[in-house]
């Protein structure tokens, strides 16, 4: 009678590792997590491009904003946009290259010659750029 009993746990033991489970799906395990993986990432990089801003549009192109100040090209092909003020280059006695700061611009030289009318008295000629 023991030897029947483990002729049975025999039997039932090498079966066990050999039998295949009896799964009852309508399509294969792996392609739902797949979709679930996949999904997101598409939503998340079409999400991406919506927000993404456009490419700038270079100054003086068909498709980009008009021209506003004269401008001399550097070396390196990049453009520096200056601004004149006071008596003409030619006709002045002194020549003053105003060189503004981080919050400033080239158009705050304008406050620097309505302070001190005699600009033009004096024979100054300036000059700031951006």
């Known amino acids: 009678m023991a030897t029947e009993v483990n002729r049975k746990n ?53 498709d980009g904003p008009h021209i506003t100040a004269p401008r001399i090209k550097l070396r390196d092909g990049r453009h520096l946009a200056y601004k004149e003020h006071g008596v003409p280059k030619d006709a002045a006695k002194n020549k003053i290259v105003y060189v503004h700061g981080f919050d400033a611009c080239r158009h705050d030289v304008v406050a620097a010659k309505t302070l001190s009318p005699d600009v033009e008295d004096l024979g100054v000629y300036i000059i700031s750029f951006d």
């Open 10 to 62: 025999y039997a039932e033991s090498t079966c066990a590792h050999t039998k295949k489970p009896n799964k009852e799906t309508s399509f294969p395990s792996g392609i739902l997590p797949t979709t679930l993986a996949v999904l997101p990432i598409g939503f998340i990089a079409r999400a991406y491009q919506a927000i993404r801003p456009p490419p700038p549009k270079i100054c003086g192109s068909p």
